[in-house]
C-alpha cells in the first residue's frame, strides 16, 4: 500500500494529503487485482489505523457491489476467506474495533451474503455462528451482520435493485434457511 496516500485518510491531514488520498482509493477500485492488498491487509491486521480498515473495507465492497461476477472463484473465495480471517480476529482480541469499522464489516459481509448465498455459500449463518459462539464481540458482530442483511434484502424503506429485496431471493432464504433458524434459536 502507498503508505504516504493513506496519511491523507487521517481526518486531520490537509488537503494535498486528502487529494491523494481520493486519488489512491479511485486507483485501487478502478484496478483488477489491487484490492487484494487490502483483502491482505484485513487478513493480517497490518494497519492499526481505524481509517485504513475503512478504507480497506470500502475497497472490499466497491468489488463486491460492482465487480464480483466478474472475479475468478479464487478471487471470490479470497474475499470469503478475508472476512472469516477477520471476524476470527476480532473474537479474540481484547481490543474491539470501532462501531463504524463493525458496521462498515457487517456492511460487506451483507454483500456478499447477496451476492453468494442461494448459489456458493448456503452454510453461511452455520460458518459465521461457529466462529462467534457465545463470546460477547461476536454476538455483537453477529447482530450487525444480520442487521445488515435485513437492511439489503428485507427493509421496505430502502429501494433495492432488481437482484435485492425480491421475493425469490426472500423465498429462497425462507426456504434454505429453515434448519439454520431452528438451530440458531436452539442456540441462543
Not at 493513506?6 to 488520498?21: E, S
Not at 470501532?98 to 454483500?111: E, G, T
Not at 451474503?113 to 458482530?141: H, R
Request: charged letters at 20%; hydrophobic letters at 45%.
Amino acid at each position: 500500500m502507498d503508505e504516504q496516500a493513506l496519511l491523507g485518510l487521517n481526518p486531520n491531514a490537509d488537503a494535498v494529503f486528502r487529494k491523494r488520498a481520493l486519488t489512491y482509493f479511485e486507483q485501487l477500485k478502478t484496478s483488477p487485482d489491487a484490492w487484494q492488498v487490502c483483502a491482505e491487509a484485513l487478513a493480517q491486521g497490518l494497519h492499526s489505523d481505524d481509517h485504513v480498515k475503512f478504507f480497506c473495507f470500502q475497497v472490499l465492497e466497491h468489488q463486491i457491489k460492482f465487480k464480483y461476477s466478474s472475479l475468478t472463484e479464487v478471487q471470490q473465495q479470497l474475499i470469503r476467506d478475508t472476512l472469516m480471517t477477520w471476524l476470527q480476529a476480532q473474537i479474540v482480541t481484547s481490543q474491539p474495533e470501532k462501531a463504524f469499522i463493525r458496521n462498515k464489516a457487517s456492511q460487506v459481509f451483507a454483500l456478499l451474503f447477496v451476492a453468494e448465498y442461494l448459489t456458493k455459500w448456503l452454510s453461511f449463518f452455520f460458518d459465521i455462528l461457529s466462529i462467534v459462539c457465545l463470546n460477547p464481540q461476536g454476538v455483537d458482530l453477529y447482530l450487525r451482520i444480520l442487521m445488515a442483511i435485513d437492511a439489503e434484502v428485507v427493509d421496505r424503506e430502502i429501494v433495492h435493485t432488481p437482484e435485492r429485496g425480491n421475493e425469490r431471493f426472500l423465498d429462497g432464504l425462507l426456504h434454505e434457511n429453515r434448519e439454520c433458524i431452528n438451530h440458531g434459536v436452539t442456540w441462543w
